[in-house]
């Protein structure tokens, strides 16, 4: 049995990928007033008594004090291929065609454009937590970058969001959603299933180094989407969502809902 039916309803209400599928979220290290939990794919998020979506060029503010009565408050325009909104700490981290936008959210009804990072026309997921933003880039077929070959995870040092920085970055099959919870990385990556890579952060002086270490890859857990918490990870396809405890390897399953 799902023993956490909160997540699971999470996710399903996440479900707006790229070119409107599905979303994949991780454990971030946000501040105690996001009380939201949404992910990399996901257009919207919750920040204390506001709600963010994104769409079509625009961000639009709603003031959810009373959730029966929710009310915009304002919007904000962003480029056009915007795909995803992650909330970390003060920003807002938007995943778009062309790269990460990062806005800070100092002031909750009008969040400021403060950088961003570029990169090839690609989908575009991405999740934060200790200040590293970890982004997939796939081939998605909504995507004007389908007809190249760009399928890799790039890793972001974003301790200064103003300047973030390229660490590195890794081939991939097709990665789509990913999950961040402590050293644990999980990743959705299409026919290659999911992935898990044990994260090591080294930091000298003012650069960080992560290191990735692939302990496990099941090409049998058909993946699209996760939402890593607490040992607790929710895969997502577009046929069911599954559950697995990941506290050791290999995972177990706990329950399935289709």
């Known amino acids: 049995m799902i023993k956490n039916s909160l997540l699971s309803i999470g996710l399903v209400l996440a479900l707006q990928g790229c070119g409107g599928g599905s979303s994949s979220s991780s454990s971030s290290d946000s501040v105690s007033t996001v009380t939201g939990k949404a992910g990399s794919l996901a257009k919207y998020a919750v920040v204390g008594n506001y709600l963010y ?55 909750p009804t009008l969040p400021t454009s403060i950088s961003q990072f570029s990169h090839v026309q690609s989908c575009d997921p991405v999740v934060v937590a200790d200040d590293i933003a970890y982004v997939t880039l796939n081939t998605g077929s909504t995507c004007w970058n389908n007809r190249r070959d760009t399928n890799r995870l790039e890793i972001l040092d974003v301790q200064n969001p103003k300047h973030p920085k390229l660490i590195k970055s890794l081939d991939m099959w097709s990665p789509t959603g990913l999950g961040v919870d402590g050293d644990k990385l999980f990743i959705c990556d299409g026919d290659s299933g999911l992935k898990l890579f044990q994260l090591e952060r080294k930091d000298e002086f003012q650069d960080v180094e992560i290191n990735l270490e692939l302990k496990s890859s099941d090409a049998e857990i058909d993946c699209y989407d996760v939402i890593a918490h607490d040992n607790t990870l929710i895969v997502s396809n577009k046929e069911d969502i599954r559950q697995f405890d990941y506290s050791s390897l290999p995972m177990e399953e706990l329950g399935r809902i289709k």
């Open 53 to 107: 979506t994104v769409n079509s060029g625009v961000m639009n503010i709603l003031d959810i004090t009373d959730a029966s009565k929710p009310k915009k408050v304002s919007k904000v325009h962003l480029p056009w291929d915007v795909e995803t909104l992650f909330s970390y700490k003060n920003y807002l981290y938007i995943g778009a065609e062309s790269g990460v936008y990062i806005y800070d959210n100092s002031n």
